[in-house]
């Protein structure tokens, strides 16, 4: 595609659910990663894969939440039991080199609510 | 975590002036870039500099790095109202890119 698509855009969901995040990077960009921004804030890491491996997931929170991306390329962000502090906008990001090396790619972000 | 920190969080100019942003650090880096972000949008990559390079210029934009100082500004010349957006800078550390705190500007027409 032209750019990087997060899917859904706006996620409004009660505590305790389950979600799911979808990210579509860029293709051919071999490295996708995963930020949380709250207002007014910057983004806040949370995951790096390189191919379909996650090469750093030191950013995730906690053990609810999880991110995969089987095939290399389209990822998704995984969060259970959620709560209202995980309430944010979930920022993906791809680049072609990964590694710091290259500019990141946004995408214009899923904004979830958790009332 | 954040490990960059911009300065000033705010700033409002008019159009025509100069805005001048600057970002410290903690860390060794390989190199630094600057984004912009629209409210309500992704970022968008501005600039990047690598830690052998002292500056670099991108159309009305100038970056300049002090390794030794740990700090990074970014300087927008004959600012324009839409320039008006956050701007953040971020540290390649290991694998992972780090974003600082952000600074607010805004351009009055």
């Known amino acids: 595609g032209a750019g990087v698509s997060q899917t859904p855009s706006n996620k409004v969901t009660e505590k305790g659910k389950y979600v799911e995040l979808r990210c579509d990077p860029i293709?051919?960009?071999?490295?996708l990663y995963w930020y949380r921004q709250s207002l007014g804030q910057g983004p806040e890491f949370l995951i790096y894969f390189q191919g379909t491996g996650a090469a750093d997931d030191s950013g995730l929170p906690n053990d609810r939440f999880f991110a995969v991306r089987p095939e290399g390329s389209v990822s998704t962000l995984k969060i259970q039991r959620t709560e209202r502090g995980d309430s944010a906008v979930y920022l993906c990001?791809?680049?072609?080199?990964?590694?710091?090396?290259?500019?990141?790619?946004f995408g214009n972000g899923t904004r979830l609510t958790v009332t | 975590s954040q490990q960059g920190e911009e300065d000033p969080q705010a700033l409002s100019i008019q159009e025509g002036e100069n805005a001048t942003m600057n970002c410290s650090y903690k860390?060794?880096?390989?190199?630094l870039q600057w984004y912009r972000q629209n409210s309500g949008r992704g970022l968008v990559h501005l600039i990047l500099i690598r830690s052998n390079e002292r500056e670099k210029h991108s159309g009305r934009l100038r970056v300049t790095l002090d390794t030794s100082k740990k700090s990074s500004s970014l300087l927008i010349t004959a600012s324009r109202a839409a320039d008006t957006a956050s701007y953040f800078c971020?540290?390649?550390?290991?694998?992972?890119?780090?974003f600082g705190t952000g600074t607010r500007l805004q351009v009055f027409p």
């Open positions: 293709s051919g960009h071999t490295a």
């Open positions: 971020a540290m390649y550390n290991t694998d992972k890119l780090i």
């Open positions: 990001a791809s680049s072609s080199l990964g590694r710091g090396n290259s500019p990141l790619h």
């Open positions: 860390t060794s880096i390989n190199n």
